[in-house]
């Protein structure tokens, strides 16, 4: 459930007017609802129930400082792939103490800086890795506690570009070698061994693959209990789903009770989830106004302020997002449209094929556009990017301004 409903025939973030957000902030723009924010992160939260656990919201979904102190002042912990998501979790009020950083690639420079906050846990995916972070930990007489990232070669039944724990796929320590690197690892004298973590994929609708990990990788925590080394937590990951369309994803409540159930005989470990897209993507929507209405014989093609520049995922994975109106009309016939933006790509829609009633200047809303939206958003064609807004009740509150002209050139130098 989230907080965007219509009211009298006038769609509502929270108790705010969305034209009224429209009419104040302009078009292109994000608007987020605060109470859907915390009510998914509380849906996972509560679910856990008494087992030990960590929330560790995945920044890459939306990494608004307004969206991650909202999540800091609930209490939540983070997953970063970069020293740029550390500084904002930082900057937001978050607890780096909460903070578990994953990613193929850490550079040295984001070790050292993830070290001296003193972070959870390195999530790392390669024996190079581990050698790098024992480097870095030792040049700063410190030891970094580690959790190794097993691909459990389990199919997560998704869109292939989000599918993470194939052996196909570029992430993780195979299942096989995961004995050896444990044991490189605790062999390293700037390491300390904490965990073991996985992420098989994005936007999962069914929680099989995901107790199908948890078991593979339970069964090598026990062989390692063998081997002498124990772990203090298993990170699950993050990766359910949502509905954009017709998809039944379980709720957070079932899949985190899922996961929690199979936990119970190893009362010691602490359990880590990494939610992005399901505690985010339904907070949010994209308000766009349209432009022209340019009729054609088969179909017509409304042209929206908003372009592939803005929210990237119908471009780049053929993803279906609703797209409704702010005000629905009974003044015009339905007619079908392909939803296109300004942009000069034949790629660049936000949606196909759409049973639309609307005129030229009507507003619409993209909905579950709360993830993966604006943090993938780009200036291309000089567009600048558009502004987030937070509602809280009836509180709006701009956590981004719109970008102006200025800021797209700005760092770069004119050559004489
Ligand atoms: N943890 C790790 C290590 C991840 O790589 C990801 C997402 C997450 C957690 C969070 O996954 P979520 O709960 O949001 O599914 N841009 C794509 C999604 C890419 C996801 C990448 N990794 C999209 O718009 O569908």
Known sequence: MDHFQYRNDELFAEDV??????????????????????RHWHAFDDAVGEHPHLICYAVKANSNLGVLSVLAKLGSGFDIVSGGELARVVEAGGDPGKVVFSGVAKTSEEIAYALKLGILCFNVESESELYRINDVAGNMGLSAPISLRINPDVDAQTHPYISTGLKANKFGIPWERAVDCYTLAASLPNLTVKGMDCHIGSQLTSIAPFVDALDRLLDLVALLRQHGITLSHLDVGGGLGVTYEKETPPHPREYAAALAKRMGEHQDLTLILEPGRAIAANAGILVTQVEFIKAGDDKHFAIVDAAMNDLLRPALYSAWQNIIPLRPRNDEPQALYDVVGPVCETGDFIGKDRELAIRPGDLLAVRSAGAYGFTMASNYNSRCRPPEIMVDGKQVLLVREREKQKDLWKGEHKVT
């Open 17 to 38: 007017a969305v034209s009224d957000i429209a009419q104040k902030h302009g078009t292109p723009a994000y608007v987020y609802s605060r109470a859907t924010l915390e």
